[in-house]
C-alpha cells in the first residue's frame, strides 16, 4: 500500500469463507508528514453495506481478496518469465481452463513464483458491490501475498510482532 501524504488510505480485506460468507476487515490510515495514524479499523464485519459511509472522493482504496474461489500455485521460477501472458499463467494452475473467465496474477520470490487466479465473476461481482457504496480500489491484490505492499511501510529493516518478525529490505 502507497500512502500520500495528507490523504486517507484504506486497506480492506475480503475473505471469502467456505459457506461463501464473508469475513471482511479494514484499516483507515493517514500520513501527515512523517507521522502515521490508524484513523479507523474493524474486523469480522460480514456484509458489503456494513461499509457505507467510509470512502470518499480522496481515499486511495487497496483490496486483497482472499479464501474459497482464489487458487494459488507454487511455480518454478525456470518455467515462466516476469511478461509470461495471462493465458499460459492460468493454463499452469488450471490445465484447458477458458482464460478469459480469470484473472491472473503472479508474485515473484526468491526461488519461485506464485500464481494466484480468481474468477472474473467473482472478483467483478465483489467489485460491483464496492461500487455501489462509492469504494473503488487503486490496487486490487488477489490471494494472500499484499504483504509485499505492507513491507513498503515499514521504516525500519526488522520488526517483530508477538508471533511474526518481517524484515525490510
Given at each position: 500500500?502507497?500512502?500520500?501524504?495528507?490523504?486517507n488510505?484504506?486497506?480492506?480485506?475480503?475473505?471469502?469463507?467456505?459457506?461463501?460468507?464473508?469475513?471482511?476487515?479494514?484499516?483507515?490510515?493517514?500520513?501527515?508528514?512523517?507521522?502515521?495514524?490508524?484513523?479507523?479499523?474493524?474486523?469480522?464485519?460480514?456484509?458489503?453495506?456494513?461499509?457505507?459511509?467510509?470512502?470518499?472522493?480522496?481515499?486511495?482504496?487497496?483490496?486483497?481478496?482472499?479464501?474459497?474461489?482464489?487458487?494459488?500455485?507454487?511455480?518454478?521460477?525456470?518455467?515462466?518469465?516476469l511478461?509470461?501472458?495471462?493465458?499460459?499463467?492460468?493454463?499452469?494452475?488450471?490445465?484447458?481452463?477458458?482464460?478469459?473467465?480469470?484473472?491472473?496474477?503472479?508474485?515473484?520470490?526468491?526461488?519461485d513464483?506464485?500464481?494466484?487466479?480468481?474468477?472474473?465473476?467473482?472478483?467483478?461481482?465483489?467489485?460491483?458491490?464496492?461500487?455501489?457504496?462509492?469504494?473503488?480500489?487503486?490496487?486490487?491484490?488477489?490471494?494472500?501475498?499484499?504483504?509485499?505492499?505492507?513491507?513498503?511501510?515499514?521504516?525500519?529493516?526488522?520488526?517483530?510482532?508477538?508471533?511474526?518478525?518481517?524484515?525490510?529490505?
Amino acid at each position: 500500500m502507497m500512502l500520500h501524504s495528507n490523504k486517507n488510505s484504506i486497506g480492506l480485506s475480503i475473505d471469502i469463507l467456505e459457506d461463501e460468507t464473508r469475513l471482511i476487515n479494514y484499516v483507515c490510515l493517514k500520513i501527515n508528514g512523517k507521522n502515521l495514524t490508524i484513523t479507523q479499523k474493524k474486523k469480522n464485519l460480514t456484509a458489503i453495506h456494513e461499509l457505507v459511509n467510509l470512502f470518499d472522493t480522496d481515499t486511495f482504496v487497496y483490496l486483497t481478496i482472499n479464501g474459497k474461489g482464489i487458487i494459488n500455485k507454487k511455480i518454478n521460477k525456470n518455467q515462466i518469465q516476469l511478461d509470461t501472458s495471462q493465458d499460459k499463467l492460468i493454463n499452469l494452475v488450471l490445465a484447458n481452463a477458458n482464460s478469459a473467465d480469470f484473472y491472473a496474477q503472479k508474485y515473484l520470490t526468491t526461488n519461485d513464483f506464485f500464481v494466484t487466479i480468481a474468477r472474473k465473476s467473482l472478483v467483478d461481482n465483489l467489485l460491483s458491490e464496492l461500487e455501489s457504496i462509492a469504494c473503488n480500489p487503486i490496487k486490487l491484490i488477489l490471494g494472500p501475498f499484499d504483504i509485499k505492499y505492507v513491507l513498503k511501510l515499514i521504516d525500519t529493516q526488522k520488526t517483530a510482532y508477538k508471533h511474526l518478525s518481517v524484515r525490510n529490505r
